[in-house]
């Protein structure tokens, strides 16, 4: 679920959902090391095939950066058996949709299509891992389309790079450096071989989890599933980096010219890996801090003191660290220097006192209405058992995660705060308009 945290608060009636509709699923592993999970759910004659492939830009080595973003778009292009530019058009044709994403851990493909099409959406992800079009052409017209996402995404966005200068200055020297788009000149350098190496090691069926949730037969199911993967071949030993990066030591404080009228100022704390157990209790203090218009940031700086025009806190949960973002933007003729100040304040009165039983009965309710609504379709159920299988080893989270926030104390917060957000273990960007 902590991949899904900006999720709208429910309603209070939907919290009586939590723990009532229980989300049964079966799991099992083929010869060739594909995981398979499936959830039947036949309320509706909608069915979502996906598959995660335990690849991201943190796989990536420098020098080749943005191939496992690429490959997202790549492996749109065909296969042997589906003629270029022709994937999308098999989907949508039979009534469905598709997409894909790509983070830093992991890149996630999948098609929602009626149950009857089940079997084509089983037949193309097969094609895709098994058969996928990697040619001069293809790499030629996506290098040009992920250019165009970046200059729009990025370029040509006021404050668009700061995920990017964050991650580089918070992780030197390690794999979370770059962020998934990577380097557009690494993927012009990058040859056809380049490619075709990344897709062996990293497109194999030890590397996936085929998740399937909808309106199924179990067996059914299992016989095409045997029918289209099952002999597809296993790969290479997948190269997995384990360790963690290491500790900041110092704050880190960087400027960045941008093509912007107001100032923001964006502060990284380094924390641990999305699967430690202090990764609870500082998602529920980004809650505090600024989810919702009571939030502490929120309500002083936007309502009160009028300094922003916009504050948010989140918790970035990655595979081997994370990091605990306060993020603001100056209100007109604020100076950033004050921005800081105020959420540096903020954040020292909450590991100086413990927070309110009603602020902590609040960020309770919006943790499990967040918990409910992260399993509002069919192929956010496909990918939260995918994900909970891969980063925890246990897609049974998909029942039980909330329980683990409702252990976090108030103490919990006071204690993840005091340990992780102080100023030996921060970056600090001040984005300046550029000067005239």
């Known amino acids: 679920m902590?991949?899904?945290?900006?999720?709208?608060?429910?309603?209070?009636?939907?919290?009586?959902?939590?723990?009532?509709n229980k989300i049964d699923y079966l799991e099992y592993t083929l010869d060739n090391g594909l995981h398979v999970i499936l959830h039947q759910d036949n309320t509706t004659p909608v069915v979502a095939v996906s598959v995660?492939?335990?690849?991201?830009?943190?796989?990536?080595?420098?020098?080749?950066?943005?191939?496992?973003?690429?490959?997202?778009h790549l492996l749109f292009e065909g296969s042997e058996n589906i003629e270029r530019g022709e994937y999308m058009n098999l989907v949508s044709a039979n009534g469905g949709n598709l997409n894909a994403n790509t983070s830093s851990d992991r890149t996630f493909y999948y098609e929602v299509l009626p149950s009857n099409q089940l079997e084509l959406g089983l037949w193309m992800e097969a094609e895709r891992m098994l058969h996928a079009k990697i040619d001069e052409i293809g790499l030629e017209t996506q290098r040009e389309v992920v250019k165009e996402e970046k200059r729009l995404r990025i370029d040509n966005q006021p404050y668009g790079s700061?995920?990017?200068?964050?991650?580089?200055?918070?992780?030197?020297?390690?794999?979370?450096?770059?962020?998934?788009?990577?380097?557009?000149?690494?993927?012009?350098a990058a040859g056809l071989e380049d490619f075709e190496d990344f897709y062996a090691t990293y497109y194999t069926p030890n590397n996936a989890t085929l998740s399937i949730a909808g309106d199924i037969d179990i067996k059914t199911t299992q016989e095409m599933i045997k029918k289209y993967f099952a002999t597809i071949p296993r790969g290479k030993e997948v190269p997995r980096l384990t360790a963690e990066p290491k500790p900041l030591g110092a704050e880190v404080r960087k400027e960045v010219r941008d093509n912007i009228q107001l100032p923001g100022v964006m502060i990284a704390y380094r924390t641990p890996k999305e699967n430690h157990p202090d990764?609870?209790?500082?998602?529920m203090l980004s809650n505090v801090l600024s989810r919702g218009q009571s939030s502490r940031l929120t309500r002083r700086m936007v309502d009160e003191e009028e300094k922003a025009v916009q504050v948010f806190s989140f918790m970035y949960g990655l595979e081997?660290?994370?990091?605990?973002?306060?993020?603001?933007?100056?209100?007109?003729?604020?100076a950033p220097e004050d921005l800081e100040k105020i959420m540096d304040e903020?954040?020292?009165?909450?590991?100086?006192?413990?927070?309110?039983?009603?602020?902590?009965?609040?960020?309770?309710?919006?943790?499990?209405?967040?918990?409910v609504s992260s399993n509002s379709s069919m192929v956010s159920i496909a990918e939260n058992l995918a994900n909970y299988h891969v980063y925890y080893g246990d897609a049974g989270l998909i029942n039980e995660e909330v329980n683990r926030y409702r252990k976090v104390t108030r103490q919990d917060i006071q204690r993840v705060a005091k340990k992780y957000l102080n100023k030996d273990n921060r970056v600090v960007l001040y984005y300046l308009p550029k000067e005239k």
């Open 279 to 283: 990764s609870y209790a500082l998602e």
């Open 162 to 188: 700061w995920i990017e200068n964050v991650f580089k200055y918070s992780f030197p020297g390690y794999h979370y450096e770059w962020v998934p788009i990577g380097s557009l000149e690494d993927l012009n």
């Open 320 to 334: 081997t660290a994370g990091l605990f973002i306060n993020f603001s933007i100056a209100n007109m003729g604020v």
């Open 346 to 371: 903020e954040v020292a009165k909450v590991q100086a006192e413990l927070i309110t039983e009603e602020e902590f009965q609040k960020i309770q309710n919006q943790i499990e209405s967040a918990f």
């Open 52 to 72: 995660l492939y335990h690849v991201g830009s943190k796989d990536e080595v420098e020098g080749r950066t943005g191939f496992a973003h690429f490959f997202e």
């Open 2 to 20: 902590k991949r899904i945290t900006s999720l709208l608060m429910l309603s209070l009636f939907g919290l009586s959902l939590v723990g009532q």
